[in-house]
T-cell receptor, first 115, second 112 residues
Framework: AQSVSQHNHHVILSEAASLELGCNYS??????LFWYVQYPGQHLQLLLK??????LVKGIKGFEAEFIKSKFSFNLRKPSVQWSDTAEYFC?????????????FGQGTELSVKP | DAGVIQSPRHEVTEMGQEVTLRCKPI?????LFWYRQTMMRGLELLIY????????DSGMPEDRFSAKMPNASFSTLKIQPSEPRDSAVYFC??????????FGPGTRLLVL
């Protein structure tokens, strides 16, 4: 069965620090990859996505992610975090067209940014 | 577009009562998903529909849970009877043909 693993459950950073959140998935075929963000008390919002093409994708609010097929990874990065980035981040995979759009989510990484 | 609309936003009920959650997907989207989010279990897919047809309901916890999508613009998730362990935030999401899922604001359910 497909699965998504996020390496860190909780990350604490100071403002201006660089961020990298790990995400690995298990599926050998074509995948669509997503990062969603959930601010406290809110719903999930799309941060960025990868369907095909350039494996380095840029999203909103200065976030980017790199798809490395050989490593089955899709890590999220931001060079300088802000206090407003405090949120929970979810990696997700849409594996295979037969899944009909079903997303497999990771368990989430909670990011706390200290002012 | 108004985005995915869910109602109610908050629901407090007593154990044993029936709870109905409602979702209106984004117009033109043909896939609809119901998720449950708790601290203990994280985000879980309960069921999803393509073109109003349930495709995968393997995530539905038990027979107390049921979901319907009578038309392209409306879906319900019903819990009968409700139990305290059903307390969670329930999200609805919609998508177009396997593309990006857009989430609604969620229904925060508390079963006493």
């Amino acid at each position: 069965a497909q699965s998504v693993s996020q390496h860190n459950h909780h990350v604490i950073l100071s403002e201006a620090a660089s961020l990298e959140l790990g995400c690995n998935y298990s599926y050998g075929g074509t995948v669509n990859l997503f990062w969603y963000v959930q601010y406290p008390g809110q719903h999930l919002q799309l941060l960025l996505k990868y369907f095909s093409g350039d494996p380095l994708v840029k999203g909103i609010k200065g976030f980017e992610a790199e798809f490395i097929k050989s490593k089955f990874s899709f890590n999220l990065r931001k060079p300088s975090v802000q206090w407003s980035d405090t949120a929970e981040y979810f990696c997700a995979v849409n594996a295979g067209y037969n899944q009909g759009g079903k997303l497999i989510f990771g368990q989430g990484t909670e990011l706390s940014v200290k002012p | 577009d108004a985005g995915v609309i869910q109602s109610p936003r908050h629901e407090v009920t007593e154990m044993g009562q029936e709870v109905t959650l409602r979702c209106k997907p984004i117009s033109g989207h043909n896939s609809l998903f119901w998720y449950r989010q708790t601290m203990m279990r994280g985000l879980e897919l309960l069921i999803y529909f393509n073109n109003n047809v349930p495709i995968d309901d393997s995530g539905m916890p038990e027979d107390r849970f049921s979901a319907k999508m009578p038309n392209a613009s409306f879906s319900t998730l019903k819990i009968q009877p409700s139990e305290p362990r059903d307390s969670a935030v329930y999200f609805c999401a919609s998508a177009s043909s396997g593309e990006t899922q857009y989430f609604g604001p969620g229904t925060r359910l508390l079963v006493l």
